[in-house]
Nanobody, 125 residues
Framework: QVQLVESGGGLVQAGGSLRLSCAASGRTSSTYAMGWFRQAPGKEREFVAAITWSSGFSRYADSVKGRFTISRDNAKNTVLLQMNSLQPEDTAVYYC??????????????????WGQGTQVTVSS
């Protein structure tokens, strides 16, 4: 079992920045990749970014490329999401996810095995 706890969400004005953190505990040695997803009210959950644990290979949704950066701290079992130039459309609950086995795309929610409880990000215009 892997437990994930997100933090760092909050309220920010458009153009501002936030950094989300996801701390993993439990059987983290088996992690292949970690990702961030988000879900806005009335919308489906969507992929934001993901990173492989060993090599650090990362992928991003087109909507956040150039604004968001995902990174990991292997020693602290933590994945970070630096979000810059935030826009109102980035408002959502952001979820951290962990994949135990190798996954083909890293962009699909069903590829992940464990999920955090989510942290709210609100961007005001």
């Amino acid at each position: 079992q892997v437990q994930l706890v997100e933090s760092g969400g909050g309220l920010v004005q458009a153009g501002g920045s936030l950094r989300l953190s996801c701390a993993a505990s439990g059987r983290t040695s088996s992690t292949y990749a970690m990702g961030w997803f988000r879900q806005a009210p009335g919308k489906e959950r969507e992929f934001v970014a993901a990173i492989t644990w060993s090599s650090g290979f990362s992928r991003y949704a087109d909507s956040v490329k150039g604004r968001f950066t995902i990174s990991r701290d292997n020693a602290k079992n933590t994945v970070l999401l630096q979000m810059n130039s935030l826009q109102p459309e980035d408002t959502a609950v952001y979820y951290c996810a962990d994949a135990v086995n190798a996954i083909p795309t890293m962009k699909e929610g069903f590829e992940y095995d464990y999920w955090g409880q989510g942290t709210q990000v609100t961007v005001s215009s």
